[in-house]
């Protein structure tokens, strides 16, 4: 699966998610990236993004941008832009954001491992994206519109607030040995700075999500429901 060693910088415990990408980031603080699209629309329940309708444009934006194995050189292979990936399950997809070819530590802008959906901003100074196990990625248009849910899939990875899920406050139980982790952000970067608040979670989280907020990531936890 082209996974095995990969271990996203930003995982498992929420302040040192934190400390870790800032480690490695490079200008963590500033190189959030603004999004260039955003999701498309969401059924009652949200867990992958979808087009609304089945129009021949929804048919058109829905198509691959380029494949989920590959490493790919920005400006030549793919442009500049969000994209999206989505019904990847156990975590086997991996993405990178890379500022040059070396394959060190330090060649890391941001990564992740993926469950579920995400959402990548792609930035005009990165030199490569890579991307091993994962489904193929789509372009996103930045005026799409969705029908926001009011719930949520608690291991479906990345949903854009006011597109995939409405904003509100939202609560999930039942979550066990402190698995479930949740991120507010406000662009789909990945850096440092692309962090608004995050948590590691056993038993409930509740959590509040602004109508300001770019995106909510959620993984391995419990459902989520909107509660006001």
Request: contains cysteine; aromatic residues 6%.
């Amino acid at each position: 699966m082209g996974m095995k060693g990969k271990i996203a910088l930003g995982a498992v415990v929420g302040v040192a998610v934190i400390a870790v990408v800032s480690t490695n980031s490079g200008s963590g603080t500033s190189d959030g990236g603004s999004d260039s699209g955003s999701g498309t629309g969401k059924g009652s329940s949200a867990s992958a993004p979808h087009g609304s309708g089945g129009s021949k444009a929804a048919a058109t934006e829905k198509k691959a941008a380029f494949a989920g194995d590959g490493d790919f050189r920005v400006g030549s292979d793919i442009k500049p832009g969000t994209y999206r990936t989505t019904g990847n399950s156990d975590g086997m997809c991996y993405w990178e954001r890379a500022r040059d070819a070396k394959g060190e530590m330090d060649s890391i802008i941001a990564n992740d491992n993926v469950s579920g959906t995400s959402y990548v901003t792609v930035k005009a100074t990165d030199r490569l994206f890579k991307s091993h196990g994962c489904k193929d990625w789509e372009a996103v248009d930045a005026k799409a519109k969705g029908t926001p849910a009011p719930r949520m899939k608690g291991d479906g990875g990345m949903f854009r607030v006011g597109a995939d899920i409405k904003p509100g406050t939202y609560r999930s139980t039942g979550n066990g040995d402190g698995t479930c982790y949740w991120e507010r952000a406000k662009d789909a970067g990945h850096t440092l700075g692309s962090i608004i608040a995050n948590n590691n979670v056993t038993g409930t989280a509740v959590v509040t999500i602004s109508s300001s907020d770019g995106y909510f990531k959620t993984t391995g936890c419990q459902d989520w429901k909107k509660t006001g």
